[in-house]
């Protein structure tokens, strides 16, 4: 069972930038998408980015793109979530996830991911 760890979460002001990281137990990790999600209090869990297993194809949110940026580490069993010029709309539990089918079409729906880390807080002021 593959197990993930993030990291870097933390309380920022707006305009500040955070970079997470997401320490997978695999070294098939290589194999994977992998994904960001976020949900903010009493809100649906929300699509954020991700990254195919080779690191050629992203996608992103709306609502993140241009701010936003995710990369992996093949050989660290890590991916990343470089986060710039962050806004209070961005204050969320921050979870990565992988999805083991190797699919990317569906890379942007939760549930086709099989494994979720716990989660790391990112919280921004105004």
């Known amino acids: 069972q593959v197990q993930l760890v993030e990291s870097g979460g933390g309380l920022v002001q707006a305009g500040d930038s955070l970079r997470l990281s997401c320490a997978a137990s695999?070294?098939?990790?290589?194999?994977?998408?992998m994904g960001w999600f976020r949900q903010a209090p009493e809100r649906e869990r929300e699509f954020v980015a991700a990254?195919?297993?080779?690191?050629?194809?992203?996608k992103y949110a709306d609502a993140v793109k241009g701010r936003f940026t995710i990369s992996r580490d093949n050989g660290k069993n890590t991916v990343y979530l470089q986060m710039s010029n962050l806004k209070p709309e961005d204050t969320a539990v921050y979870s990565c996830?992988?999805?083991?089918?190797?699919?990317?079409?569906?890379?942007?729906?939760?549930?086709?991911?099989?494994?979720w880390g716990q989660g790391t807080q990112v919280s921004v002021s105004s």
């Open positions: 996830a992988v999805d083991v089918s190797g699919a990317w079409g569906t890379a942007a729906s939760p549930g086709h991911y099989d494994y």
């Open positions: 695999e070294r098939i990790f290589s194999s994977y998408t």
């Open positions: 990254i195919y297993w080779s690191g050629d194809y992203t």
